[in-house]
């Protein structure tokens, strides 16, 4: 299901913080700071094509409030679950 959103976050430090154990778990700096201002925000997931973060967050999955995911497989995702 898509959800139209129009919700911004103020960062504050309790994502600085958050922010900087990603990126001890190998996270680049900026990536590291958008996970931790969608986990805080309540997103469901975050979709990118990077390669390097979509390795990181499947090799990090356990340890992030979020799924990391390339958008053509939520697309996939959401295609399979419409047909069932």
């Known amino acids: 299901m898509l959800v139209d959103c129009d919700h911004s976050i103020d960062l504050e430090d309790v994502d600085i913080a958050r922010a900087e154990e990603l990126e ?36 990090h999955r356990s340890q992030l409030r979020i799924r990391v995911l390339n958008p053509i497989y939520w697309l996939d995702e959401l295609s399979k679950e419409k047909a069932e």
Not at 31 to 58: K, P
Request: charged fraction near 30%.
């Open 24 to 59: 001890a778990l190998g996270f680049a700096d900026f990536d590291a700071l958008h996970i931790a201002c969608a986990e805080r925000g309540g997103a469901d997931l975050f979709l990118t094509t990077d390669d390097r973060l979509l390795r990181s967050g499947e090799r």
